[in-house]
């Protein structure tokens, strides 16, 4: 009886810190419109998943024979099994959303397959990475190496186990799967058994390594069972490295790998909220208000190559290639679902509201391609570049698992409901074509609209009662421009952008209310006020089609190679790349609609470049299969050639060499690294004025590929601050040279030129061995160059 008053006294004290609380998906259907499209295309690529082999790693790794072969890939070489954690997540929120009978089949079928694995082993541990287990036990016997992607040798174990965790809690919370529910318990009482042997200083090195959201899941676990043991644990597995800047209220985030610390602040909001700890939860608003507002780029994402760049220097996002990863608007998406619960005032919803629509339409919606199916990792921002997708057999990223549960969950925020002082009152955050069944009131709604390609929506009430309907009045609406009427009959409104519009009635059925939001065309500048903008029409991202080769045959499906989620065509020069001409900036009336074409415009006179003439500006959501423009950069006509001939001098060397460069491994950066099959002892990483760096008291190795066998150049960067290291480079196991790292004027980081043996072959391996007494690198970069 305690046990279980405990529980209630968690649930309810996570209850009363809500303003509102979204409905469950199950009481949300999707109607026609573009988001019923994604999800239907979800859907028939979760079916054509093998199950059998997502299954694989779990079987093989708890010596049960599998049915199939795993997949390749990621799911092969390391991360074994995390896209099967994300898999079951992504069935259950499917189930939720549509109750389709095969999903809940495959559902069940995974969990009953899960289970034969985690019942052979005993001890609750369930996990497919390779030798996983027997690493991670070493931790209780005091062995532990830690580095930023890896424990005792193992890619990112608790991010992948953190996978699993999740899809048993998903399994148990949307389809009551009750063998779930204690699957996962087991789980986490391996979890507890293993962790009780860590000092509080193993345990910050070892949340070092990406962990996913161990603390989330953990206290979600408190939460179910009542059991304040598990809520012990969520709060060990907080990183204090990350939580407590953020608590000071601090943005130390430059150099992070972004999408590691975005599913630890969800824990913090977690923890915060079930142990009534403000501090916690102050920290999670903290991160969020700070990403948003100075990280985040037109589509609502964030980080370069994987990583948050300097907040005050946004040409990264402009020069790479490797832009906002999805992953990251994922997470960031559930961190502003519990924020807009958590806001007790009902002031910060608005906004919240306008960074979920604005992210919703413009990166995960676009981060699909329709039809086929298949799944975006990284949204390049650089003038004239693309996208590439996943296949179903072939990708099996971080992306591709996020990616499968994103579109199976389109109803998640549309509607929430609170109940202040006995006022019940239905709110309607974002205007998409579905219908609402309020079961607790006995209340259903429809809501019907072509938005965004027409600029209004209608309510219609099929089952009524008493409440207040409150209606989000839009950020990006004008004040005083929102009209709304009630069966016919105009209301006044006095709410302002941001705010909502409350209508408190006893509602009937057959009841309709008309919301008019008018939408205008706008730029908006790159977040560090350089001279980039992106253009919308009300909340939506507008791009162009760009072809600026001649019969240039683009590969837009991705295969099945360890960097294949990366668009590796040929880059633009972007002194090339269109651009707006204007002596003066106020030129939106220059853009002019399509008739007959929604959401389509064209700039007469206003884009100079080539086929700038037919250029149209269209969602960036409908844009696929195509290099694009989305950020332009503005000059006047006097300026034209000027700014040109800087942006060409200054790309000039760069461009060079990347054309010389074969193969390349950014030291210290996660995916880079592992992309490279990093291995190393005494290994160690961190980050100098914003450049990554690898060193190790042993050593670290990387391999790298040379197809087609043209590698003449090894060049690496040091840093005048490690003068005096000595350390071997050693090239496919024999030594190249002994290096004495240089000292010099400045902090620069530098580069030296290395020769390399001809005939290594197409898999080449470096490594860097310390002389007795030293340290190997530290290494800036790492470039195979040809001639």
């Known amino acids: 009886m305690k046990l279980k008053n405990l529980a209630i006294a968690l649930a309810l004290s996570a209850m009363s810190a809500q303003a509102a609380s979204l409905f469950p998906l199950s009481d949300v259907r999707l109607l026609p419109g573009p988001f019923l499209e994604a999800q239907q295309t979800d859907l028939q690529y979760l079916l054509a998943m093998d199950a059998d082999r997502l299954l694989a790693p779990y079987l093989r790794e708890a010596g049960v024979t599998p049915v199939k072969d795993s997949y390749g890939n990621w799911e092969s070489s390391g991360l074994d099994g995390h896209v099967g954690g994300h898999y079951l997540s992504a069935l259950a929120l499917m189930y939720a959303s549509t109750g389709d009978a095969e999903v809940l089949r495959r559902l069940n079928y995974f969990v009953a397959q899960l289970k034969v694995a985690q019942d052979r082993q005993h001890d609750g541990y369930l996990g497919g990475i390779p030798g996983g287990k027997a690493a991670l036990e070493q931790i209780a016997q005091g062995k532990l190496q830690a580095d930023n992607f890896s424990v005792n040798g193992k890619w990112v174990p608790w991010y992948n186990l953190h996978k699993t ?179 007790l005032q009902g002031t910060q919803q608005g906004k919240y509201a306008d960074y979920y629509e604005r992210a919703l339409y413009n990166h995960i919606l676009s981060s699909q391609r329709p039809g086929t199916g298949g799944f975006v990792y990284f949204t390049p921002m650089r003038p004239n570049h693309y996208r590439v997708y996943s296949q179903v057999d072939k990708g099996m990223w971080c992306c591709v698992g996020s990616g499968i549960e994103s579109h199976a969950k389109y109803g998640e925020f549309i509607y929430a409901h609170d109940d202040d002082q006995g006022d019940a009152a239905l709110l309607v955050n974002l205007y998409i074509p579905s219908t609402l069944e309020w079961k607790e009131k006995g209340v259903r709604l429809r809501q019907e609209t072509r938005f965004p390609d027409e600029d209004r929506s209608t309510i219609t009430v099929e089952r009524g009662g008493a409440f207040t309907l409150k209606l989000r009045y839009p950020g990006w609406v004008a004040k005083g421009a929102l009209a709304v009427r009630v069966n016919g009959k105009p209301v006044k409104v006095t709410a302002q952008p941001g705010g909502q519009v409350a209508l408190k009635r006893n509602w009937v059925a ?274 195979l160059l040809k001639d």
């Not at 994402?301 to 946004?314: A, C, L, M, R, T």
């Not at 960036?620 to 989305?630: A, C, N």
Request: net charge negative.
């Open 165 to 343: 965790y999740a899809g048993l809690y998903d399994a148990w919370r949307l389809a009551d799967n009750a063998d779930a529910r204690a699957m996962l318990v087991k789980m986490a009482d391996w979890a507890l058994a293993l962790a009780q042997h860590l000092s509080p200083q193993q345990m910050e090195a070892m949340l070092r390594s990406e962990h996913g959201g161990m603390n989330e899941v953990l206290a979600q676990v408190s939460q179910m069972t009542g059991d304040p043991k598990y809520l012990d644990l969520a709060k060990r597995f907080s990183h204090q490295a990350i939580l407590l800047p953020l608590e000071q209220k601090r943005d130390a985030l430059t150099g992070l790998h972004a999408n590691t610390q975005i599913p630890k602040v969800i824990g913090f909001h977690r923890i915060g909220t079930l142990a009534g700890d403000a501090q916690y939860k102050e920290a999670a608003k903290f991160f969020w208000q700070t990403v948003v507002d100075h990280r985040t780029v037109a589509i609502g994402g964030n980080s370069v190559k994987e990583h948050f760049h300097d907040d005050k220097d946004f040409k990264p996002m402009v020069d790479e290639v490797e832009g906002p990863e999805t992953c990251n608007t994922y997470n960031m998406l559930k961190l502003t679902e519990l924020l807009y619960e958590d806001d």
């Open 510 to 783: 057959g009841d309709k209310v008309q919301i008019h939001m008018p939408m205008t065309t706008r730029l908006e500048q790159m977040p560090d006020r350089s001279n980039y903008y992106a253009v919308l029409h009300g909340p939506i991202v507008l791009a162009a089609k760009t072809q600026p080769f001649a019969n240039e045959k683009l590969n837009f499906l991705a295969d099945d190679s360890r960097m294949g989620h990366i668009a590796q065509g040929q880059v633009c020069p972007q002194e090339a790349s269109p651009l707006f001409v204007s002596d003066s900036k106020a030129f939106m009336s220059k853009f002019k609609p399509v008739k007959g074409e929604p959401l389509t415009f064209t700039a007469p006179g206003l884009v100079q470049g080539k086929d700038a003439a037919s250029m149209r500006f269209i969602p960036f959501f409908r844009l696929h299969d195509s290099r694009y423009m989305l950020y332009w950069q503005h000059t006047t006509p006097a300026n034209l050639a000027l700014m040109r001939e800087a942006t060409a001098k200054a790309e000039a060397e760069r461009l060079a060499l990347d054309a010389r460069t074969i193969d390349q491994v950014a030291p210290g950066e996660q995916q880079p690294e592992s992309d490279h099959f990093f291995k190393g002892e005494g290994a160690d990483a961190g980050v100098n004025k914003g450049r990554h760096w690898r060193h190790a008291t042993g050593w670290f190795s990387y391999e790298l590929n040379d197809r087609e066998q043209r590698a003449r150049v090894l060049r690496l960067a040091f840093s005048p601050g490690d003068a005096g290291r000595k350390f071997d480079i050693v090239v496919n196991g024999q030594l190249l040279q002994t290096v004495e790292l240089a000292g010099g004027q400045g902090d620069a980081v530098y580069t030296r030129d290395f020769t390399l043996p001809v005939g290594l072959g197409t898999n080449i391996s470096v490594k860097f061995v310390a002389q007795p007494g030293s340290i190997a690198g530290g290494l800036y970069g790492l470039r």
